[in-house]
């Protein structure tokens, strides 16, 4: 089915100037960027973001490196996008990426790791809310 699943492109790899490289990634994909902006998040939208895990021992270090830099935040919009995004990301720690994953090739810590992406559809629906009014995502 056509699906929508938020993307955060993380602080490390904004620094590392590979944002466009990763768009080519999404778009050779058949993935559509349907919205975007970046963005320098706050520690209360970090940690809003990620409330989910609130309670796990890598949340201050996650919230810490996710308000280092500006991200790039984007709706991609596709045949399948949750899937299709998590496979083109590869595994969360990139020890454990497949090659040529986005996490593989640009992804130096299992924190450092150069992307996000929605989880389920469900999560998709609230992630996509949490950045971009309905107004602001333009399907095509
Ligand atoms: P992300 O998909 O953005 O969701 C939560 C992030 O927490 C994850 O990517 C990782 O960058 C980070 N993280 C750090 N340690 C862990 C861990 N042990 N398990 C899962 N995620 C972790």
Known sequence: ALERTLSIIKPDAVAKNVV???YTR???AGLKVVAAKMKHLSKQEAEGFYAVHRERP???ALVEFM???PVMV???QGEGAVLKNRELMGATNPKDAAPGTIRADFA???DANA???SDSLE???IEIAYFFPATDVYPR
């Open 108 to 110: 130096d810590s299992i």
């Open 115 to 117: 992307v996000h992406g």
């Open 74 to 76: 984007q709706v991609l």
């Open 123 to 125: 999560n998709a629906a």
């Open 20 to 22: 466009g490289e990763i």
């Open 58 to 60: 890598f949340f201050a």
């Open 26 to 28: 999404f778009e050779k």
């Open 67 to 69: 308000i280092s830099g």
